[in-house]
Nanobody
């Protein structure tokens, strides 16, 4: 089972930006279909954004216009550019391929 690991989180003020990275834990793996998710304590893990089998990005309404997915040229790393961050974006962010193992997430904290 493929496991993707998210990184790049941190503490940022509201209105700031962060770029998260997602790559396979075992080394170079071409990422095609995948999803970004986030979870806060006591709540379920929610879908934030992702890439469909057709290669198209999709976004949750709450992040549309602020978050953007991109890939590196080798397609082994997927990025989530997060702009105009809000305190409600505070969560642990994960990335995963369909049916893949959940990997370590990365904490994003947005202060008001």
């Amino acid at each position: 089972q493929v496991q993707l690991v998210a990184s790049g989180g941190g503490l940022v003020q509201a209105g700031g930006s962060l770029r998260l990275s997602c790559a396979a834990s075992g080394g170079a793996f071409s990422i095609n279909v995948m999803g970004w998710y986030r979870q806060t304590p006591g709540k379920q893990r929610d879908s934030v954004a992702g890439i469909t089998s057709g290669g198209n990005p999709y976004y949750a309404d709450s992040v549309k216009g602020r978050f953007t997915i991109s890939k590196d040229s080798a397609k082994t790393t997927v990025y989530l550019q997060m702009n105009n961050l809000k305190p409600e974006d505070t969560a642990v962010y994960y990335c995963r391929v369909p049916l893949g193992k959940w990997g370590q997430g990365t904490q994003v904290t947005v202060s008001s």
